[in-house]
């Protein structure tokens, strides 16, 4: 199979314009305490955003759905997010503030105050193997295996020239296009076998997926001549093993029971799928909030690490931790297949603002800073489950989402958090049934307080 070139990649660019030094630390400070117009105002400082930017975000991004009409059918609006930010993140020597579009309480926090963390104790750094996207076309019975496998083999060279001239012209004007031909034989399971054919090709910024397609359909024609058999069906594979994005994070001097802790909660998630799905859920839980703030293609995305995380025949963990004498090292390694170029990602303002927030200069840049913000988001996981526990840390974020929940006015949102919290720390576990009965005996006082007034 062909694995592509490793390819290391120098620091990215630094977001927007935030300076090199430590200047850029102190503007990270208190920037979960600071209001909605002060973050506005840092992130300006910072140079993540320009006052076009928050003017666009203050008014509430995209008012009609003129945009949407051209992306979907049958559009009757837009479903909004919340849109974050996560700060610390120092990635290959360099600052970020990331975006994230997310509704779950609590991955920013983790991932702001992890990321700081790592910052003060150790580094984080990235890289890309290989730049090849995979489409596969499918013979579903091939009648002789071996003379089917030399013909494609005595073609390729003449396929690879034809595609590229006659589909990804447009690729290999930017420096990519198809890159190579190699067959494989499926069992079918009934003793017979299938043909497949992977179609390699390099799609530099943009994530490949329609002309992959296209390049595999236009194949169709002259494999089905050259080979006398029948093509099934074209289509490109999430299953990108032939790129795969890398990040790694070493906190150094880590108290020894922490690491091992650690350690042996990574190796649970390594050798028992029931725990590597949760674990790789946390890890997507940094991954997709980014894809689906960049306009990329957050359900490719999973697709592909999922099948990764079992591609040697048991579901395991995409992240690893061990402990490397004194010092807690993490690796996360999958396919991370996303574009900067096309499609939403570039017709989508809030896209194109989320890209432009973080200084992304290429798909390789952002599938890296995607890596790093997952296995910090795994590494605060892993901490919190070895420490406090999923329970402490989490509900205690999610008591704003209980009391709005339980209908609380905004004169009561306050009372009835201070009651959850003290409940939380008291019995370690809270639920809306706690938030609607405290909000009925601050209304009844109330109520009874008024009706004593003269």
Known sequence: MATGKKVKLESPVLARAVSSGEPSADLFKGFSKLSREERFARLVEMGALNSEDVGFLRGGGLKTPDLAEKFIE??????????????????????Y??????????????????????????????????????????????????????????????????????????????????????????????????????VYADPCDAMGANIINQVCEYLKTPVEQATGETVTMCILSN?????????????????????????????????????????????????????????????????????????????????????????????????????TVGGVTKLHPTAQLCLNMMGIDSASHLSRLCAAVGLVQNLGALKALTTVGIIEGHMKLHIKNLTLGAGASEREVPIVQKRLEEILMLTKRISLNNAVEILREIRAGAQAGAAGQP
Request: hydrophobic residues 45%; neutral net charge.
């Open 239 to 339: 299953l990108v093993d032939t790129k795969l994005t890398r990040a790694r994070v070493v906190i150094r001097g880590i108290e020894k029971d922490l690491g091992r802790k650690i350690e042996e909660a990574s190796l649970f998630a390594q050798q028992d799928p029931y725990r590597a799905a949760t674990n790789n859920k946390g890890v997507l839980n940094g991954i997709d909030p980014i894809l689906i703030a960049t306009g990329n293609d957050w359900r490719a995305v999973e697709a592909g690490v999922h099948a990764y995380a079992a591609r040697d025949g048991q579901y395991s963990s995409v992240t690893k931790w061990k402990m490397e004498g004194d010092d807690l090292v993490g690796i996360f390694e999958a396919p991370i297949v996303v574009g």
């Open 97 to 198: 503030v990331i975006p994230l579009a997310v509704e779950e309480t609590s991955i920013i926090a983790a991932a702001s105050k992890t990321a700081k963390w790592v910052r003060e104790s150790g580094e984080i750094t990235t890289e890309t193997v290989g730049n090849l996207i995979i489409g596969q076309i499918q013979i579903a019975k091939v009648s002789d295996f071996g003379s089917f496998a030399e013909v494609i083999a005595s073609n390729k060279t003449k396929w690879i020239e034809l595609a590229n001239k006659d589909v990804a012209h447009g690729l290999v004007a930017r420096g990519g296009g198809v890159r190579d031909i190699q067959v494989r034989a499926v069992p079918r399971g009934d003793g017979g076998q299938m043909g497949v054919i992977h």
């Open 74 to 95: 049958n559009v009757i609006g837009y479903f909004q997010l919340p849109l974050g930010v996560a700060t610390n993140f120092r990635v290959d020597g360099r600052d």
